[in-house]
């Protein structure tokens, strides 16, 4: 028997299996224990819908194509979705796959149907955009779409947990890769949305895909590690359910070993080895009302010996997802530590579900009013809309994974109001989640009534309040340290506009020089009179042609040549007239590090594309040796307005006296000059000390002012510039 034939056959035996686990019989015996038939007609056929149309489509192992989205919809029927979402389901992949469109299906199917396939279709590539760019595009475009109905994401996660469940098809580099992206991606917003059934199958499912080797090696130590860990089990849930029992409490008490990817990441979050991860056994107790929590919580402690500080309140302080439950950490039978869960019935089914409860609570007939998770999705989304504003696609995915699920604080507005914060954020991150034009006017921030630095991380129970003043702008420098997307995108987003606005004077200045060199009048610069050069560099109007002459993404002279009549390109060029620095110019004017010029050096610039103009002294080596020569340099001078700090360096040579860096700093802080960078290079056997400083001075004058306080130091015994 040669190898297609066994291997046809070993196809035909795996669809049949496939058939009998995820075939249509199989979905509506699910679907009868809990929809009306009607409905259960509509879910069959958008079955005979999407068979017809994936017909001959196979996947890579092997069965029809049909059975993947059946196995889609058994997920969610298992978590009792409604037939809308289950027909969905079905036809996800139609509108990618096959030649039916959006219309076609909302005409068949409905409107509802046709807007939660198209959310969950990819975003089709366009020529020229890399895969990362894609791939970014297509998850912003899920994400939107499920602002506008949570289900979309619902129908995402089931796709994306069968394909993590039969990737053995796939080549070694694209499981990891898909591996990668749901741990990044798919995990996390299931797991911000309270869906921890399919969130633990992922991770674990990821974990095994991206490290096959590792996961293999932990498994095998948390069986060792645990032993028996059946019986361990049922020894803990007896005396637990006996001691719950004897003080009048009703309880499901559910053990169970952590799934492995949670104490894998436990260990790499903490930086702990194995074998002081400790609770690998966990417990749920589930009750019938709130005050039992508190109840059993005391009976617990009284069973097993509590560890204080691993004990945290969910119920009064719930988790960004709107999970509710006690949890405290015992020490058990053995030495062992176990983690215990203290919740009601509801807590438990929101717990698991999540945003699904929603529509489970609609089928149930129990009202049709927002679940907390759904009311807390919502917000998020909400944030979603707000932060993608004009980011690229890219930047909008890292934002989105700067703000999926993280450890947070809760911290408390002047009015006693309760704000959520991941974990590390500081006063603009709080400020910025009060209100956007809060965050932008911030400078301080009182934290329990004491002035702090913005930069100060925030902890539980704090009250904070922020001081604002009304020129105030936000900086560069909060980028280094803001934890949440929004704070993140709104400064990104300002410092993007600002150095849009610096591009356009700097951009027109230099074209207006240009042209002045040209002998073209500066009435040209019209948008009507420019309409045709604009038509050339294919730009829509005069502002985007000075933001790329600004950024150095065109030089101003050979724009400006495109300016001048058909019978002037002879034209004599004038006397080069110099730029004005001022020294206020921001985002777009550069000062070179290499020689570090300040007001009062002979200077010149050069473009360079997305820093603008790099300002160097005339004797510096870089503008001695560079390539080009003279025709490629921006004439500059200072200007009579000139303002600001600039950055010297200063190399100093003295005896190695006790003492000898203060007294040296004393004098230049004397000197009304800070120091930004001490070097101090090895002395290689010499008695003398070298040390290099970058220091803030206004110009030359106050540079030399500096130096001879400096040489009147007794150990000093050369001052130079470098």
């Not at 009703?250 to 074998?275: C, D, H, P, S, W």
Request: proline letters at 4%; hydrophobic letters at 40%.
């Amino acid at each position: 028997m040669d190898i297609p034939v066994i291997s046809r056959i070993g196809t035909a035996i795996r669809t049949q299996r496939v058939a009998r686990e995820y075939g249509i019989e199989a979905l509506s015996r699910v679907l009868a224990e809990y929809l009306p038939q009607e409905q259960i007609g509509e879910v069959h056929r958008a079955y005979d819908f999407g068979a017809r149309m994936h017909a001959g489509q196979n996947r890579d192992s092997g069965e029809p194509y049909i059975y993947h989205p059946l196995a889609v919809a058994r997920i969610l029927a298992e978590m009792r979705l409604d037939a809308t979402t289950l027909c969905a389901a079905i036809l996800h992949d139609v509108i990618e796959d096959t030649p039916v469109d959006k219309k076609e299906i909302a005409k068949l199917f409905g409107r509802d149907v046709a807007e939660l396939v198209d959310g969950v279709s990819k975003f089709h590539r366009v020529e020229g955009m890399t895969r990362a760019e894609a791939q970014a595009e297509s998850v912003r475009k899920l994400l939107l779409a499920m602002a506008q109905d949570l289900r979309v994401i619902l129908v995402k996660l089931a796709d994306r947990l069968h394909n993590m469940r039969t990737l053995e098809g796939l080549d070694s580099a694209k499981r990891r890769r898909v591996a990668q992206e749901t741990l990044e991606i798919y995990a996390p917003i299931a797991q911000r949305l309270g869906i921890n059934t399919l969130r633990t199958e992922l991770e674990d499912l990821s974990f095994h895909n991206l490290h096959p080797k590792r996961y293999e090696v932990f498994q095998k130590a948390v069986n060792e590690r645990l032993g028996d860990t059946k019986s361990l089990i049922k020894e803990i849930e007896h005396k637990l359910e006996r001691g719950l029992r004897e003080e009048g409490i009703g309880a499901a008490v559910i053990g169970r070993q952590k799934n492995l990817y949670g104490v894998y990441e436990k260990m790499q979050r903490k930086r702990v080895r194995f074998l002081d991860v400790m609770d690998l056994l966990g417990f749920r107790i589930v009750v019938a009302k709130l005050d039992d929590c508190y109840r059993s919580l005391g009976i617990i402690h009284h069973i097993f010996r509590p560890i204080s500080e691993l004990f945290n309140d969910y119920i009064a302080n719930p988790k960004v997802n709107g999970y509710q439950s006690l949890h405290t950490t015992c020490v058990g039978p053995q030495g062992r530590k176990i983690e215990v869960q203290i919740r009601t019935r509801d807590m438990h089914h929101i717990a698991e579900s999540g945003v699904a409860a929603h529509w489970q609570y609609k089928l149930g007939g129990k009202g049709d009013s927002q679940s907390a998770p759904q009311v807390r999705a919502r917000e998020w989304l909400g944030n979603l809309f707000e932060m993608q504003g004009g980011a690229g696609a890219l930047d909008f995915i890292d934002n989105v994974k700067v703000d999926l699920f993280p450890d947070e604080v809760y911290v408390f507005t002047p009015k006693g109001h309760i704000r959520r914060l991941p974990r590390g954020a500081t006063a603009v991150d709080f400020a910025y989640s009060v209100h956007s034009e809060l965050g932008d006017h911030c400078v301080a921030a009182r934290i329990d009534q004491q002035l702090e630095p913005l930069n100060t991380p925030l902890r539980n129970g704090q009250t904070i309040e922020i001081i604002t003043a009304r020129h105030a702008r936000p900086n560069a420098a909060w980028l280094n340290y803001v934890k949440t997307a929004k704070a993140r995108s709104h400064i990104r987003n300002f410092l993007k506009n600002q150095r849009e606005d610096e591009a356009i004077r700097l951009g027109r200045r230099l074209l207006e020089i240009a042209l002045r060199e040209l002998k073209v009048p500066l009435s040209v610069l019209k948008e009507e009179a420019a309409e045709s050069v604009l038509k050339v560099f294919g730009l829509h109007d005069l502002e985007d042609l000075f933001i790329s002459i600004g950024t150095g993404s065109r030089l101003a002279p050979l724009v400006a040549r495109h300016f001048l009549p058909d019978n002037g390109l002879s034209a004599t060029v004038g006397d080069s007239l110099p730029l004005a620095v001022e020294g206020t110019e921001g985002l777009v004017i550069d000062y070179a590090k290499c020689c570090h010029p300040i007001p009062g050096d002979d200077i010149c610039g050069y473009v360079s594309i997305g820093r603008g103009i790099v300002v160097h002294r005339l004797e510096c080596r870089h503008v001695q040796t560079r390539k080009g020569g003279p025709q490629e340099r921006i004439p500059l001078i200072w200007s009579e307005k000139v303002q600001g700090d600039f950055l010297a360096e200063v190399r100093l040579k003295a005896e190695n006296r006790r003492g000898l860096l203060a007294n040296v700093a004393g004098e230049i802080s004397s000197a009304n000059a800070s120091i930004e960078n001490v070097q101090m290079p090895d002395r290689n056997g010499s008695e003398a000390l070298e040390m290099r400083f970058v220091i803030t001075v206004r110009d030359r004058v106050h540079l030399a002012r500096v130096l001879r306080r400096l040489r009147r130091l007794d150990a000093v015994q050369r001052v130079t510039r470098v």
